[in-house]
């Protein structure tokens, strides 16, 4: 799913989001800096890890998230078997051809793979 | 030094626009107006099945369009030039509508007197699959000269869609384009999608689509 020479600004509001949630449990837990933030994102979505840190790099500045590294951690894409139920981990590069390894019907339900979370961060 | 803390998060980046795209479906189910966004990639017929869908609704149902682009208006000049109401969302540099910006779409038009409205998204695969606009239905349109690889190369997009369009059927015979192998990688991603092929210029397989769309909007006022 490379995008290429493509220069999508899909990063920039899904950074936005990203920063708004950290500065608000910053807040609550009263830390003066936040040191590493850490994402589960779906190995579905295409977001490029290294613009999400450079728009964050960006639009943090002056906040207490300024400086603040971002984990990501990319969730599989897993597939219940419509026939069998069974589940099964799916890859980007066979996503067209899907079977399931007990059954062998094509096709199924996603279960993960679409995640967006922030899940936690350290801070000071 | 001071104490590291671990903090617990677990937010969904993306729920400020869940939400308000649940909104969006929530006002549009009181006056029952079906909203469906469009996506595909630039150049696929987008604006050309408008076009053709005014045609083939014209006396039935009362169609509104909401276009966005990223700079010109041109889309939205076809549109209301066949007396349909129309409203032109500039996206500046975005690259898909989200439910924020759907919302100021339809702020800007009385939709208690629509049966459905049509959100042409900005002409891209991979962003506006992410983004939820606040639609009931989501419909996408491939082109023949796009190729039949594409579900291999933008999974999301074809999974999160009620229908795939295969437009430009016109130029199947002038192509390699496998039909036969698109139905089964789509089918593969989201076996309850329904694919049905048109070509927005000589006006073949309009017909199906025009009953699909009836059906549907029927259906919806029936649910809500």
């Known amino acids: 799913m490379s995008r290429g020479k493509n220069t999508d600004v899909h990063e920039l509001p899904i950074t936005e989001s990203i920063l ?9 837990n009263g830390v003066r800096k936040v040191m590493t933030i850490h994402l589960e994102i779906g190995k579905l979505s295409d977001l490029e890890d290294d613009w999400i840190q450079r728009y ?49 019907e094509k096709g199924g339900t996603l279960l993960t793979g679409r995640e967006y979370t922030v899940k936690e961060m350290e801070a000071q | 030094m001071e104490e590291i803390k671990l903090i617990e998060v677990k937010e969904e980046i993306l729920s400020d626009n869940i939400k308000q795209a649940e909104e969006v479906r929530g006002r549009l189910e009181k006056t029952k ?12 017929g987008k604006t ?35 007396g349909i109401r ?18 100021r779409g339809i702020d800007a038009m009385n939709v208690s007197e629509l049966d459905l409205v049509i959100v042409e998204n900005v002409g891209n695969l991979v962003c ?30 074809f999974s999160v869609c009620d229908l795939l369009l295969v437009n430009k059927i016109d130029y199947l015979s002038l192509n390699d384009f496998d039909t036969a192998a698109l139905r089964k990688r789509t089918l593969a991603l989201n076996p309850r999608i329904t694919i049905l092929e048109v070509s927005c210029k000589t006006g073949a397989g309009i017909g199906s689509w025009i009953d699909w769309l009836k059906a549907e909007v029927a259906a919806f006022k029936r649910l809500r």
Do not use: W
């Open chain 1, 20 to 28: 708004k949630i950290v500065l608000k449990h910053a807040e609550m």
């Open chain 1, 56 to 104: 964050f790099d960006y639009l943090s500045k002056g906040t207490a998230a300024e400086g603040a590294k971002l984990r990501i951690e990319r969730t599989p894409i897993m597939i219940r078997c419509n026939a069998c139920s069974a589940s099964y981990e799916a890859e980007i590069a066979n996503i067209g051809d899907l079977a399931c390894p007990a059954c062998g």
């Open chain 2, 33 to 44: 107006t079906m909203l469906l966004n469009l996506m595909s990639s630039p150049g696929s």
């Open chain 2, 48 to 82: 050309s099945l408008i076009l053709r869908t005014i045609e083939g609704l014209r006396g039935s149902l009362r169609l509104g369009v909401i276009e966005a682009d990223i700079e010109s208006t041109v889309d939205a000049e076809k549109v209301s030039a066949r």
């Open chain 2, 86 to 103: 129309a409203v032109q969302l500039r996206t500046g540099g975005f690259c898909h509508l989200d439910a924020a910006m759907v919302t």
């Open chain 2, 128 to 157: 506006p699959a992410e983004f939820d606009t606040g639609a009931h239905k989501n419909v996408m349109i491939l082109s023949v000269p796009e190729g039949d690889d594409k579900p291999l190369k933008y999974p999301l997009m």
